[in-house]
T-cell receptor, first 114, second 115 residues
Framework: GENVEQHPSTPSVQEGDSAVIKCTYSDSASNYFPWYKQELGKRPQLIID?????GEKKDQRIAVTLNKTAKHFSLHITETQPEDSAVYFC?????????????FGAGTRLAVHP | NAGVTQTPKFQVLKTGQSMTLQCAQDMNHNSMYWYRQDPGMGLRLIYYSASEGTTDKGEVPNGYNVSRLNKREFSLRLESAAPSQTSVYFC??????????????FGPGTRLTVT
């Protein structure tokens, strides 16, 4: 089955710097790669996602890149702000048959210092 | 729209007790999911339901059962709780048809402690 590895686990950046979180997946059939942000005590919320037919996607300060050959994808956050401090999860799935079985990475706890 | 709701928010059980976690969504989604979240391990899929009347196992189904009561509701049952089931449980739903995105919407979670 699918396995997703995520790193780094606890990065720390200064406000205004960029942050990059990387994930690798094992199942070459996976075709959907979302990123979720989870604040302390809250539910995970989707911040950006990418499908396997696209190499890069941007939404304001957030971007995701996908390398299908190497089976890895990355989250890029530019001009980080203290409110970006949270746990970020990547996930991978093969969307098929009306369902979407997400396999999550272990999470990255990002700290942005003012 | 309330989105995805879960009850209860918190629960403490003794080993061997049973309970049912309730989940409902008002977004007319076809598929629903149950995850557990343990520290340092991300979210792991317990069971899912692609549509009303169908359920299937995820990564960690042992010790759990589910019921897709109707299109809105998907419950998770612990028949005989064990300390290893202490976790935060999240329900999620999504709709994959009709040109919509693949996003899963999560409920607020149930924090379960088994002593």
């Amino acid at each position: 089955g699918e396995n997703v590895e995520q790193h780094p686990s606890t990065p720390s950046v200064q406000e205004g710097d960029s942050a990059v979180i990387k994930c690798t997946y094992s199942d070459s059939a996976s075709n959907y790669f979302p990123w979720y942000k989870q604040e302390l005590g809250k539910r995970p919320q989707l911040i950006i996602d990418i499908r396997s037919n696209v190499g890069e996607k941007k939404d304001q300060r957030i971007a995701v890149t996908l390398n299908k050959t190497a089976k890895h994808f990355s989250l890029h956050i530019t001009e980080t702000q203290p409110e970006d401090s949270a746990v970020y999860f990547c996930a991978a799935s093969l969307v098929s048959g009306g369902y979407n079985k997400l396999i999550f990475g272990a999470g990255t706890r990002l700290a942005v210092h003012p | 729209n309330a989105g995805v709701t879960q009850t209860p928010k918190f629960q403490v059980l003794k080993t061997g007790q049973s309970m049912t976690l309730q989940c409902a969504q008002d977004m007319n989604h076809n598929s629903m999911y149950w995850y557990r979240q343990d520290p340092g391990m991300g979210l792991r899929l317990i069971y899912y339901s692609a549509s009303e009347g169908t359920t299937d196992k995820g990564e960690v189904p042992n010790g759990y059962n589910v019921s897709r009561l109707n299109k809105r509701e998907f419950s998770l049952r612990l028949e005989s709780a064990a300390p290893s089931q202490t976790s935060v449980y999240f329900c999620a739903s999504s709709s994959l048809g009709g040109g919509k995105g693949y996003e899963q919407y999560f409920g607020p979670g149930t924090r379960l402690t088994v002593t």
